[in-house]
T-cell receptor
């Protein structure tokens, strides 16, 4: 089915471990985004990508790494997970810029113990 | 520094009545505003948007109003239905990146 998917949906890990969250979209949208949702903060942008091999930092990039070797995939890696990275992570995509609606995946709930 | 604020964490209304959700912003360079709706354990879904050159946009039961001089936008839902119970996020766009408010939880009571 067409759309945007995230995996895993739930993940529990320990402090210091490396974790990779996957995001896949079938629309061939140019832009992809990673957000985290925390109580009292809404959704905050971590990283975004305008196209394959083009990525840029958002509001809260520290502790995260992204890559985009293919248009349809945009993985987010926590190189050494910390408890403050416990959150719900959402991936989104959009065909362009200038206010284009972003379409969100179902989210990954990550718990760092 | 929160550029987009939703000052009401929650709102409760009776079914059939109007729901009004509010959002304030500080950056006058924002050129596009959106409302998203989010159910538990799901991603946000787009609801309605408005360009900064307009002051109103309507889509069925949902209307968004923009007051640029006050840097304020609001979402009106008329009539409210129990299925509208969700978290509502306003968002503002500048150069394609969205800045979200903290969200308002709407409860519509039957």
């Amino acid at each position: 089915d067409a759309g945007i998917t995230q995996s895993p949906r739930y993940k529990i890990t320990e402090t210091g471990r490396q974790v990779t969250l996957m995001c896949h979209q079938t629309w061939s949208h140019s832009y992809m985004f990673w957000y985290r949702q925390d109580l009292g903060h809404g959704l905050r942008l971590i990283y975004y990508s305008a196209a394959a091999d083009i990525t840029d930092k958002g509001e809260v990039p520290d502790g995260y790494v992204v890559s985009r070797s293919k248009t349809e995939n945009f993985p987010l890696t926590l190189e050494s997970a910390t408890r403050s990275q416990t959150s719900v992570y959402f991936c989104a995509s959009t065909p362009g810029t200038g206010g284009d609606t972003q379409y969100f995946g179902p989210g990954t709930r990550l718990t760092v113990l | 520094d929160q550029q987009v604020k939703q000052n009401s964490p929650s709102l409760s209304v009776q079914e059939g009545r109007i729901s009004i959700l509010n959002c304030d912003y500080t950056n006058s360079m924002f050129d596009y505003f959106l409302w998203y709706k989010k159910y538990p354990a799901e991603g946000p879904t787009f609801l309605i948007s408005i360009s900064s050159i307009k002051d109103k946009n309507e889509d069925g039961r949902f209307t968004v109003f923009l007051n640029k001089s006050a840097k304020h936008l609001s979402l009106h839902i008329v009539p409210s239905q129990p299925g509208d119970s969700a978290v509502y996020f306003c968002a503002a766009s500048n150069t394609g990146k969205l800045i979200f408010g903290q969200g308002t939880t709407l409860q519509v009571k039957p």
